[in-house]
């Protein structure tokens, strides 16, 4: 191989670790080929390829540059320190993006805020090089040569500050936060992409806020991020989309999504009008091809939560109904759609409770429980708990039949809460503290 080209993929090779968390950085890390760089020839097709990436680093070893073990490669501290200081800022720009493109291929996504409890040993072991990547971030933007922000630092950032969050790291979780936000607000060509970083990053900036009572804080940061999400972004990512290489059924389906989810923000903004209109496009998109039960069961979901936020009552009543009915819906799909069987029965049980049907209400939390009782969702738990105590307090006879006082269910929600680490600001009992815990498509 031309010693030339040997050189400049030891010098890549040299200032990723460069930027990496010092002593710790899994050779697995770069035996990852980074994605869609199949006809790059330059050095970044180094990663991956496990005979040339061993002969870099082994060469690298002999000049004492790095260490090698069975599994880690340590880089001393002056070494690092020199070789960022000796590289010009182009240079540092590509081997920056690389190092942002391998962190981020690795580390564990976080997917509609789902716990990622079995993957918490895979994400320690790549934080310290997210967190790397931050600092080093930082320090460029400090300085006079700032380099070109690659968007999977934001995306990288947004997955560990979740998982940080997590583990009850908040002041980590924070940082990261702010690093993410500060570097997608710097970069020049903002589109809804970066747009809806931002607002994943601010909406975990609310939790871990809410979490630590900062309730001021954690609302503004809350509604930083609807309101970002409630803008035109979704359209945009819909056009974004329709440049993708999907096939015409994956891009009919991704236009529903975005007009249902543009949707159900205007419902949670009281913009009624606005929410009807985008339901509706989105139904007829779904309805211009073939179906897809589970989206459609989804929409109707949607059309419940504005009936019932319009008090709308027994429309509301006859959309959860529709979502529950196994003529409409078989089986095969509901089992799929769990969780939104047990937001339908849950506020089937609200409406009648708001009706005086203490019976009713009874029985359709019943079936909410056990649901949240099944799938494991303590979120879910909390707030059925919490209503079904509102119900023992309004109907007393309740508690009669089924054993359980609205003093017992508070304490229960409260064990519930506790283990969630999740007290609000909400009035006592309104079960909204749950939420944040509850996959946001199904509230």
């Not at 979780?173 to 060509?189: C, F, H, K, M």
């Not at 099944?374 to 109907?395: D, H, M, V």
């Amino acid at each position: 191989m031309d010693p030339g080209v040997v050189e400049n993929q030891m010098r890549h090779l040299l200032g990723v670790l460069s930027l990496l968390a010092l002593d710790n950085v899994p050779q697995a890390l770069l035996q990852q080929p980074i994605s869609g760089i199949a006809t790059d020839p330059g050095p970044r097709t180094l990663y991956g390829n496990g005979m040339l990436l061993s002969s870099l680093l082994m060469k690298l070893r002999s000049t004492a540059m790095i260490r090698l073990s069975s599994a880690l490669i340590p880089i001393d501290r002056l070494t690092q320190a020199a070789f960022l200081d000796i590289t010009d800022t182009g240079d540092k720009a590509e081997v920056f993006a690389t190092a942002a493109m391998l962190v981020h291929q690795a580390f564990p996504k976080q997917h509609r805020g789902d716990p990622r409890h079995s993957q918490w040993t895979l994400c320690a072991v790549y934080s310290p090089h997210v967190r790397s990547l931050a600092e080093r971030w930082n320090e460029f933007a400090d300085s006079t040569e700032q380099i070109r922000t690659p968007i999977e630092l934001a995306q990288v950032l947004c997955n560990a500050a979740w998982y940080l969050r997590e583990i009850n790291d908040f002041d980590g979780s924070l940082s990261l936060i702010e690093t993410g936000v500060r570097a997608a607000e710097q970069n020049p060509d903002l589109q809804a992409e970066w747009e809806l970083l931002i607002a994943h990053l601010l909406n975990t900036k609310g939790v871990v806020l809410w979490i630590q009572y900062d309730y001021t804080r954690s609302q503004e940061a809350l509604e930083r991020s609807r309101d970002i999400r409630s803008q035109e972004l979704y359209q945009q990512a819909e056009k974004d989309h329709d440049k993708s290489p999907d096939g015409a059924y994956a891009k009919r389906l991704a236009s529903c999504r975005y007009a249902a989810t543009q949707g159900r923000l205007h419902t949670e903004l009281g913009a009624f009008l606005e929410a009807e209109k985008d339901l509706q496009r989105s139904l007829r998109i779904l309805t211009s091809g073939e179906d897809n039960v589970l989206y459609r069961r989804a929409i109707e979901y949607c059309f419940g939560n504005l009936r019932l936020a319009e008090n709308h009552l027994s429309k509301a009543k006859t959309h959860y109904q529709s979502c529950l009915d196994p003529e409409v819906y078989p089986k095969s799909v509901t089992e799929k759609d769990q969780l939104r069987s047990c937001g339908c029965h849950y506020k089937l049980g609200y409406i009648a409770l708001l009706d005086d049907q203490p019976e009713v209400a009874d029985e359709s939390l019943q079936k909410a429980s056990d649901l949240a009782t099944e799938t494991g969702s303590l979120g879910w738990q909390g707030r059925i708990t919490t209503l079904q105590a509102s119900l023992r307090r309004k109907f007393p006879e309740v508690s009669y039949i089924q054993g359980d006082t609205h003093d017992q269910l508070d304490r229960r929600a409260g064990a519930i809460r506790a283990a969630l680490a999740a007290l609000s600001a909400e009035e006592e009992g309104s079960g909204k503290d749950f939420h944040i815990y509850i996959l946001w498509q199904i509230w």
